[in-house]
């Protein structure tokens, strides 16, 4: 295959090693995103693999976009029926086929960092705070950090040490605010962006069927620049590729 010519040797062993799961480490500027383009590519002219059966996540539109159009210049046009996208705009599109699941509307509505914060203004001018003490950037990070940790409202306000984290901080009412701000959510039928992570790692742990569909469409799972996901998206990714363990990190 001539894109081989274009790969040192230890590219090209990252690209040629199709079974199980590898690693790839290497500095900036070594060719991380070019050995995992051209390793998709390699299963698709050489193994015959389904780009359907493809998952790979970027943590940029612009890389996911980069990635895409280089591996359609080799493969042609099959590029496009690749899963390929970051985990957020990835894990809403399946949100949005599983939604009844968990209780919302295909069509939710996605909320963008000011929508939020504009509901936690909203929030804290109706319980009566002081806004300069529930600064909305304050608690906009405080459940954006408890999501992400895959923490919710009710194991947020029983855990002993986010209770006296806030005490201590003089914001007792935060868990209140969280619980207050996921329901209003909720009722609105829409998600924050945190959520698109947050309620997949929901779904998968709450509905195994869905979890095993996935898992089997799946057959091959590959992360772009692996060492910056948090552990929603690690615990998501798991999940995921529990089933074939082919991965690509």
């Known amino acids: 295959m001539d894109y081989l010519s274009h790969l040192n040797p230890p590219q090209r062993e990252g690209v040629e090693n199709l079974e199980g799961p590898t690693m790839i480490i290497a500095g900036a500027g070594s060719g991380k995103t070019r050995v995992l383009t051209y390793r998709i590519a390699h299963l698709i002219t050489t193994k015959n693999v389904d780009p359907f059966s493809i998952l790979a996540l970027t943590f940029t539109n612009k890389a996911a976009k980069e990635m895409r159009e280089r591996i359609e210049k080799v493969v042609g046009t099959d590029a496009r029926n690749l899963w390929m996208g970051t985990f957020h705009s990835v894990f809403a599109r399946i949100l949005r086929a599983e939604a009844d699941k968990l209780g919302y509307p295909s069509n939710f509505t996605i909320y963008d960092t000011e929508d939020s914060k504009s509901l936690i203004r ?33 194991n947020y306000m029983n855990n002993s040490v986010y209770v006296s984290e806030d005490e201590k901080a003089q914001k007792p009412k935060m868990g209140a605010i969280y619980k207050e701000y996921v329901q209003r959510c909720f009722r609105s039928g829409a998600m924050d962006f945190d959520d ?26 590959m992360i772009d620049e692996f060492q910056d996901t948090n552990i929603s998206q690690y615990l998501i990714t798991k999940r995921l590729s529990a089933v074939h363990q082919i991965y690509v990190l």
Do not use: C, P
């Open 122 to 154: 909203a929030i804290v001018r109706e319980m009566g705070l002081d806004d300069k003490v529930y600064k909305q950037n304050v608690v906009y990070n405080r459940i954006s950090g408890a999501k992400n940790n895959l923490v919710s409202w009710q």
């Open 196 to 221: 698109l992570l947050f309620n997949t790692n929901v779904l998968f742990r709450d509905h195994l069927d869905v979890l095993n569909k996935y898992q089997q469409r799946f057959k091959y799972v």
